[in-house]
């Protein structure tokens, strides 16, 4: 099946206890997209890059089977960029740069043959700009899936909550969980946000894994413990990248696929963070990806001697 | 097979943001031998208790098979007695008031005819105290699990040190591993820590689950999601009550049963916190054990459609 990805695509600069990279390949779509790319070989990303954007990056996402059609190049502007620095414990970060660029006057419009996408995946962008991709959709995808932040319930709170009426899916992390519902409690958190739009939410916990809320049924896996973090950049958007990217893979919507993605997910999102920016994702070997879904079995997998 | 704990029996008065309870039965002990009455039916509690403490408590422990031959209960001082307030979060906690009492004399003595227990559980205390009762047995227990807190650690690291080479498993929180080991990744944190003495770590972490490393291999399972922790005095204990406990019905000591108690350890976790103290966990009625432990299945378990 086909799958769309919104979001960006920029230059970031990152510094993490374990070191720092200088204006490296970025952005919401291209973690979303790249990670799709080991489930599903019909990619569609729509974005915008600026004048100083290397071929070689849109060459490098074209070899991994992505289409890049639906990234415009804007010539008088420059691309997205952020610089942050993250803390010890890797799960706060100081943003130390932000320039917006190309996406300030960003008018996203997907392709004329990607109209008709199954599969949707809104990453990270103002909750109107995401919008604009749905209304150009020909028919419903079959699943949309969307990804925001605590920036748009801060300053765009209406325009989120009309995009979130649009969408089946949520991912958020666990602040944003409680900000976006006013409950503390996740389980809370979640039911009030079923009723906002989506039928299932995801909340991302970092280094405490991913709970899946579909309906009344909850599922939860943790994240692969590693010994280091080197750069959690990306993280997120790699897993959702992972779960719509192995659903669009096997067409099926129902809970035990849903559950399935949440492993594929979090396997791809835990080889994006063992390296800066994208070089570990962008370089799995064939086996890689399986040997990594065998360790989060070992993981989390039990079977009890009796049940009921 | 026959488990031994050592550890508290005292008063607690809580306040959590549900409501307060004044004096009510506490204590590692307790929690602990409560939780393992669901999994093994021969439990020898050692411990001590006061002048103030009524006979009812010992009845009611008695009256779930557990043996309190060695609480010893002086006349001349009263009970442990702990008073906290729990924060908002429910995983911070500030201490209010603590009259040591009959602990601060307490000299534990296993009746002789428990100096053969197969299963010994040394709950939190004073680590010269855990030793004690170690250096009492008749012969090498199969198992001996040690408890502890950053106290310890922070004014009885040698003491603590030589205990832990005394143990098989260590049970802890995720922050006294980081204090104990120095590390903060947990990963590093328990390579250390398995070179210290025990040849298992537990880390529990709260709402966010419990970590088991069992040598090279580690198995993690969440906390069961709850729309409210009403109080979480107790949870680690009763987890640990659990955790032997199905080991010590069990008799088997294999990684895949290490895995099988940490999900009893956090089933039966899981019912201490609904309600205050013992409340929950001193009245699960026959059925509601293998549901909850259904439920975990449900939360945790998936399949894939290939592996490897």
Not at 103 to 119: G, H, I, Q, T
Not at 182 to 196: D, R
Not at 197 to 206: D, S, T, Y
Request: charged share 25%; glycine share 8%; hydrophobic share 40%.
């Amino acid at each position: 099946m086909s799958l769309l990805v919104l979001g960006t695509v920029a230059f970031d600069s990152i510094e993490t206890p374990f070191g720092s990279r200088e204006r490296i390949l970025g952005g919401a779509a291209t973690y979303c997209a790249l990670s799709a790319s080991y489930l599903c070989n019909d990619i569609r990303m729509v974005s915008v890059v600026g004048r100083d954007f290397p071929e070689a990056h849109l060459q490098m996402l074209r070899a991994r089977g992505i289409n890049t059609d639906g990234i415009q190049q804007r010539k008088d502007l420059d691309s997205f960029f952020w610089a942050g620095r993250y803390h010890r414990d890797l799960n706060t970060r100081d943003t130390l740069d932000t320039q917006l660029n190309v996406l300030a006057e960003f008018e996203p419009v997907v392709p004329e043959d990607s109209r008709n996408c199954d599969y949707v995946m809104l990453g990270n962008l103002m909750p109107s700009l995401q919008r604009k991709v749905l209304e150009q959709m020909k028919s419903r995808p079959k699943l949309v899936v969307m990804d925001t932040m605590n920036f748009w319930m801060d300053h765009f709170w209406d325009d989120l909550l009309t995009t979130l009426t649009m969408v089946d899916v949520l991912t958020v992390n666990d602040e944003e969980a409680r900000q976006l519902s006013g409950e503390y409690s996740l389980v809370k958190a979640a039911k009030k946000i079923l009723t906002m739009g989506p039928k299932v939410l995801i909340i991302k916990k970092g280094e405490h894994g991913a709970m899946l809320f579909d309906g009344q049924r909850i599922f939860i896996l943790p994240a692969l413990p590693l010994e280091d973090v080197f750069d959690p950049t990306g993280a997120g958007d790699s897993f959702a990248g992972g779960w719509i990217g192995y659903l669009a893979h096997s067409g099926q919507l129902e809970h035990s696929e849903f559950k399935r993605a949440v492993v594929y997910g979090s396997a791809l999102a835990s080889f994006t963070v063992e390296q800066f920016g994208t070089e570990r994702l962008a370089n799995i070997a064939p086996g890689e990806l399986g040997a990594r879904l065998a360790q989060f079995s070992e993981l989390t997998q039990f079977d009890l001697p009796f049940e009921g």
